[in-house]
């Protein structure tokens, strides 16, 4: 079982930057492939983007490549995203998962087994 902590949610205004943290706790937290997804009220929650075990490979949905930015520190049992240059269409609850799934990085909420409770992220205009 793994714990997932969400922090450093709130907000902005369009064209700032938010840098957010989720905190691992239970199994070991380098063997999970990490990433994030975000909610939207009356949408569906949909990918954001995902890093490997070892952080070595990162992948992003489109629209955020080149502004949001996935790290991890396994030293300190934690994901980050970076978020620059942020846009009102970004507001929603964003989520931390860890998956159990093999080699690559997947997309599917289906994929990741465990889950955090959210952080929101509001970017006014």
């Known amino acids: 079982q793994v714990q997932l902590v969400e922090s450093g949610g709130g907000l902005v205004q369009a064209g700032g930057s938010l840098r957010l943290s989720c905190a691992a706790s239970?199994?070991?937290?380098?063997?999970?492939?990490m990433a994030w997804f975000r909610q939207a009220p009356g949408k569906e929650r949909e990918f954001v983007a995902a890093?490997?075990?070892?952080?070595?490979?990162?992948y992003y949905k489109d629209s955020v490549k080149g502004r949001f930015t996935i790290s991890r520190d396994n030293t300190k049992n934690t994901v980050f995203l970076r978020m620059n240059i942020l846009k009102p269409e970004d507001t929603a609850v964003y989520s931390c998962?860890?998956?159990?799934?093999?080699?690559?990085?997947?997309?599917?909420?289906?994929?990741?087994?465990?889950w955090g409770q959210g952080t929101q992220v509001t970017v006014s205009s």
């Open positions: 998962a860890a998956g159990e799934y093999g080699l690559g990085l997947r997309t599917r909420t289906q994929d990741y087994n465990y």
């Open positions: 239970g199994r070991t937290f380098s063997n999970y492939p």
């Open positions: 890093i490997s075990r070892s952080g070595g490979s990162t």
